[in-house]
């Protein structure tokens, strides 16, 4: 028998009484595995803020001016960090968290700063924005755009917050798991438009408690591209992707529910470069691209289901937020993927989201990779995309 090895005869020989038990009182603390306590909301204070989807028809969108806040930014982010107590990063790649900074309380600079920094980071995140209720939440967004209005998801039962989209699961809702394959349910937000959102803030005004489930998660854009081989993605660098409201449109006609505005069908490039930082990034998402132009259909398919497993599955891309009440996530949807998480139930869980329309996607071969950006600047090595020869693995 190998050293440190016990036959399971000498377990049998522990009894009971000699396991000593630690007093218990009454401020033992109380954990029971996989079960967190749902509140009540007999009393909610968000009423006015659950959803409705309006009977009303809107024109098609015609092209807004957008001038990205995010120029006006210190590349350092001072007038930002001035006021915060603490900032960490999620990974390398994307996320950061920044605790002190009342964002209903922000100067002029300091909201420049925060659209560099997410443009930067792709999605930062804020705890227990109590004062950022739904005016200020949309203040800030028209202070970096204008808003977007969704054509088929639910607005605020509030008149007026046509340019609010909420999120909203009750405690007996249907799980919605059935309608989504994990890979599918990651997508950027309303790609198919022709000025898809920039600058987005999503808030949790309720949801399960911490370990209930609903977490939300972000895929970085900048990382998938620069995750690719230098071929690929000159290759993608040519190529244009049509993103389609349509399937959205007859899931709400489905559901009987008004479609607000006519879906579209928008042709952007597969590649696009960020204006504040001029970093290049996919622009891609399983939600909404249904077809790259120009390529046999095949062909297509097997790279529209090859970039899906890039951005869902390469885990350095990806950062996932644990939320809690009132908590704030500002994300470019310009630069970043998300998804949901589900098995939450029978939590309440609702969010609001204000979002503004960003410049109309553009390639621009003097764009630059973030990776080699950051690999020259802090002296980190290059990246050896050969994977052949290479035994070594983490765990
Ligand atoms: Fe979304």
Known sequence: MAPGLVEPTQYNDIKPKDIKAA?????????????????????????????????????????VPYQDKGFEGDPHFRNLLSAATDVFDY??????????????????????????LIATRGVVFFRDQRNFDIEAQRELGKYFGTLHRHATTSVPIRPGLEDVHVVFTGENS??????????????SDVTYEIQ???????????GPPRGGGGDTLWSSQYA?????????QKYLEGLTAMHSAEM???????????????AVITEHPLVRVNPVTGWKSLF?????????VGIPKTESDAIIGYLNEVIATTQELNVRFQWNKNDVA???????????SYGFAPHRRHAVRVCCHGERPVFDPAGKSQENEFAERYGIPKVNKDGSGIVNYND
């Open 91 to 116: 990974n390398p790649k994307i996320g950061t968290e920044i605790h002190g900074i009342d964002l209903a309380n922000l100067t002029d600079a300091q909201k420049n700063d925060l659209a560099r």
């Open 23 to 63: 007093s218990i009182t009454d401020s033992t603390i109380k954990y029971t595995p996989g079960r967190s306590i749902p509140e009540s909301h007999e009393h909610y204070e968000h009423e006015d803020l659950r959803p409705r989807f309006p009977d009303v028809h809107w024109p098609p969108l015609t092209e």
């Open 330 to 340: 500002f994300w470019d949807n310009r630069v970043c993927n998300h998804s949901a």
């Open 174 to 187: 249907q799980d919605m798991r059935a309608m989504f394959t994990p890979t599918f349910l990651w997508h």
């Open 224 to 232: 998938a591209y620069d995750a690719l081989s230098p071929s690929m």
């Open 248 to 262: 959205q449109a007859q899931g709400s006609r489905d559901l009987g529910r008004a479609v607000r505005r006519d």
């Open 284 to 292: 891609f998402n399983p939600g909404f691209v249904t077809k790259i």
């Open 196 to 206: 898809p959102p920039s600058y987005t803030s999503l808030k949790v005004l309720t």
